[in-house]
């Protein structure tokens, strides 16, 4: 006979069951959690919300303030900057407090550039205090602990371009505190926030060290997408094909398996990249259960962007042979179907392959999302906030891909993003800048290829992983795309999601922004993004993105000193990367970096790579102003026999400065600069560097004439 449970009973079962089923977040928890595709689908049974405490600009309080709320200073260059919470003192010393959180919750993302574009270090401690605690848990060099060289190991923690990036996770369960010994530059941890009465194990060394087994696995598994596929065993061993040529304006579909299943991964490979504007011509649809919830461009679907740009990460593969596949878990009910539709005028040959497994619907499984908003042109003047997508409903958002075409050369991405849940006032994920959303810095410099798991720049500029960069130029014109999916630092949300993308170039400039968003959500869970066909054939042109300089065009290799390795210098000395705008006269990137706290006699080494054993002319650029020194040269550990005084009444340009010609040691040459004085007018000992080329030596050159 069966027995009918009281209604109360039913509800008292429901939640021992769902409390058994969260079991307590701990390391080792939250790292099986990191590579478990099935459980980003689901609405997290340990409820939590994704925060960040940063070095936004404090003066942005609200949109109605507009020249606050796109205030740019996102650092702390000084004194008078305050883009931390406090300075506290702890036995005599000063600390700066730059995240605290009372409650259960756990560090999921840091994020901190190198204090100058050529400057991967710091003297600077972190320390990391767990539940109260008078001594941290974690203390060591700020850039160390986080870039995947100290206590967390690549790929958890990384050097992405000119920043430390970690994803190694830290729970505490009653509260967390982060400080440096010293003014910070720009930072970014983010965090989750767990219902109060969420079960969290602290992260304790003890611990750490015991899940030293399970790190490696875990590591391996992210660095193999493929052959790690943790659910392999649930993937039907055929896939699903389809293999057709799309005529203009057609669409193509391939049925999925009816009942209770999930898509566990899929390609799509077209016949042709040749024209790169085909992959956000040919649109990749999906429907479950009776709703459309894909409509994406391929290329911003897989990150491509617009042409075939390869790169690997956890969820997405671009593979050189053209095959662009995901591995994102998609469950439905009853029925699913995924199709290609060719919006261009011209016919394409497609191949597309379904990999279709089991799936159990509960109340917790949500349906997959990707959309795409495309506009050009896009104003850069005045600053304005560009909406990737806003969602209603309950659903939990994993990642996008921006793609932007630059007309200049300039640098686009200072616009932080800002991002509402559940309908905050402010948004608690204010950022710091567009490249540090996706894990990098010093844009425009850093005009190069990266991948890792979580995100990557598979173009910038003219540059991807088949053509990288060598030189030191700073040319951002013509497209960038950048991608980031999330694992633990994935963003639920309850009732809404507003994620929006401030427009911030350092010109008055008409630029095209597209982007593709992904996220599950339930089946009332809704967008604000509709299919556009007409955007998606409006394909930014491509300017004429060669590379360009203020300095003479010469075919040689010019490096600005922001890009330059570092070798050593005093302690006391500062290179601070300074913008010369507003001055008369040109500097390669209207700028320099800006060495101070210097005395005579101070050193400072550079290391220049070069490619071949001729020798070459180094020829240096400089500043001139009104505190600037005398200095001097050494290459190689010859003295060049120059003095050059760098004194003037303004900021000029010094013009080239011949340091003479060399052969290089070990494939680089060794610059060494120091201030042997001052002239009387001067007021200081400090000087300016902009770049230095390296120039085929003269009887070199004219054997080549």
């Known amino acids: 006979m069966k027995k009918i449970l009281p209604p ?33 689908a689901k609405f997290p049974a340990n409820n939590f919300r994704l925060k960040q405490h940063s070095s936004y600009n404090r003066d942005s309080k609200t949109p109605d303030d507009k020249k606050g709320w796109f205030s740019n200073l996102d650092r702390n260059t000084s004194e008078k900057d305050k883009n931390f919470i406090r300075i506290e003192e702890n036995k005599g010393q000063k600390e700066w407090v730059l995240m605290e959180h009372e409650g259960p919750g756990a560090i999921v993302r840091t994020w901190m550039p190198f204090l100058s574009a050529g400057r991967p270090n710091t003297d600077i401690q972190i320390r990391v205090y767990l539940d109260g605690e008078t001594e941290p848990t974690l203390e060591g060099n700020m850039l160390g602990l986080f870039d995947g060289t100290g206590l967390f190991p690549y790929p958890f923690a990384h050097k992405s371009l000119r920043s430390s990036v970690s994803f190694f996770p830290i729970p505490y369960a009653k509260g967390c505190k982060v400080t440096t010994t010293e003014r910070p530059f720009f930072f970014q941890f983010t965090f989750r926030e767990y219902e109060a009465d969420t079960s969290v194990k602290t992260f304790t060394m003890s611990d750490f060290e015991a899940t030293k087994p399970l790190v490696e696995e875990v590591g391996q598994t992210l660095l193999n997408p493929v052959s790690g596929e943790p659910h392999a ?56 259960d009776g709703h459309q919830t894909v409509w994406c461009p391929v290329g911003d679907f897989f990150g491509t962007g617009i042409g075939l740009h390869p790169f690997q990460g956890w969820y997405r593969t671009v593979s050189e042979d053209g ?77 996008d891909t921006l793609t932007v075409m630059n007309p200049v050369a300039k640098w686009w991405g200072e616009g932080d993003e800002k991002i509402f849940v559940d309908g905050e006032d402010f948004p608690s994920i204010f950022g710091t800048g567009t490249e540090d959303y996706y ?23 003219v540059y991807d992983k088949l053509n990288r960069k060598t030189s030191g130029e700073k040319n951002t014109q013509g497209y960038s795309t950048e991608t980031r999916t999330r694992s633990l630092d994935t963003m639920p949300f309850g009732s809404s999601l507003q994620l929006d993308m401030e427009i911030w170039s350092w010109t008055d400039s008409q630029m095209g922004y597209g982007v593709g ?18 955007e998606a054939l409006n394909v930014p042109p491509l300017p004429n993105a060669t590379v360009t ?78 505190d600037f020194g005398v200095v001097e040269f050494t290459v190689n550990g010859i003295p060049t026999g120059k003095q050059i005084d760098l004194y003037s009444n303004k900021p000029v340009p010094s013009g080239e400065i011949d340091l003479g010609e060399f052969p290089p040691i070990d494939g680089a040459f060794k610059l060494q600069i120091k201030v042997a004085g001052k002239n009387p007018k001067s007021s200081g000992f400090r000087y300016g560097i902009d770049c230095i080329s390296l120039r085929l030596s003269d009887a070199h050159a004219t054997k080549i004439k």
């Open 8 to 40: 109360l009973l039913v509800v008292l079962f429901a939640v021992s069951i769902h409390c058994q089923a969260a079991e307590p977040v701990s390391i080792r928890s939250l790292l099986n959690e990191m590579v478990d595709r099935d459980s980003v």
């Open 233 to 288: 065993d649930h993937t039907q061993q055929a896939p699903l094909s389809l293999r057709t040529t799309l005529t203009a304006g057609s669409e193509q579909s391939l049925d999925l398996p009816s009942g209770n299943a999930s898509v566990r991964s899929m390609s799509v490979k077209l016949a042709s990249y040749e024209e790169p504007s085909t992959t956000r011509k040919v649109i990749l649809k999906m429907e479950f």
């Open 323 to 399: 095959t662009m596949s995901c591995r994102w878990v998609m469950p439905y009910q009853k029925s699913g179907k995924i199709s290609l539709v060719n919006l261009d005028d011209t016919p394409i040959d497609v191949e597309m392959k379904v990999h279709t497994g089991e799936w159990e619907w509960n109340d917790q499984s949500m349906y997959f999302n990707a959309a795409w908003r495309g506009q050009y042109p896009v104003a850069t003047r005045p600053y304005s906030d560009w909406n990737y997508v806003t969602l209603k409903g309950r659903g939990v958002y994993v990642g």
């Open 439 to 461: 894990a990098y810095s010093w844009g425009g410099v850093s005009t190069d290829f990266y991948e890792h798991p979580f995100h990557a720049q598979p173009r910038s500029h």
């Open 517 to 534: 968003t992904y996220w599950y959500g339930d089946a009332q869970t809704q967008s604000n993004r509709v299919p556009n066909p007409t």
């Open 549 to 626: 300089s203020n300095l003479p065009k010469t075919p040689n290799n010019l490096f600005d000193f922001e890009t330059i390795t570092l070798v050593s210098k005093p302690t006391n000395v500062e290179l601070l990367p300074q913008s010369l705008k507003k001055f008369k006269g040109q500097w390669n990137g209207d700028g320099h970096v800006l060495v101070v706290n210097t005395k005579q006699g101070d050193v400072i080494e550079w290391k220049i790579p070069t490619q071949g054993s001729e020798s070459k002319k180094l020829v240096l650029q400089a500043t001139q102003s009104y």
